[in-house]
């Protein structure tokens, strides 16, 4: 399965992003997935994850009612809709696969086989 992220771009702060994940090779429909950031100098962190059947989502605290993960199983991607942008969700956004068998939520990286290769993400103020 190989990922490519797509959507990063420059925005205002309060503005909005719709990235995208498509994949190849293989079907989304058979793993959970979720997206993650590294900011410069940070460590990658979690922002997001749908189970398989997109029944169930989470979200960090820190984007908690301003993004929404969804998934298009017809078109073999996933989205994150990112409202109300802020100057510390600058970041690049990758997006991940992974989870086999397994029905529920992933929130470790290290939980996940396939990664996109990162879309930049610039708030500014």
């Known amino acids: 399965v190989q990922l490519q992220a797509s959507g990063g771009g420059l925005v205002q702060a309060g503005g909005s992003l719709r990235l995208s994940c498509a994949s190849s090779?293989?079907?989304?429909?058979?793993?959970?997935l979720g997206w993650f950031r590294r900011a410069p100098g940070q460590e990658r962190e979690f922002v997001t994850a749908i189970s398989r059947s997109g029944g169930t989502t989470y979200y960090a605290d820190s984007v908690k009612g301003r993004f929404t993960i969804s998934r298009d199983g017809a078109k073999n991607a996933v989205h994150l809709q990112m409202n109300n942008l802020k100057p510390e969700d600058t970041a690049v956004y990758y997006c991940a696969a992974g989870g086999g068998t397994w029905s529920g939520i992933l929130y470790r990286s290290d939980e996940y086989t396939y990664w996109g290769q990162g879309t930049l993400v610039t708030v500014s103020s």
């Open positions: 090779g293989g079907t989304f429909n058979n793993y959970a």
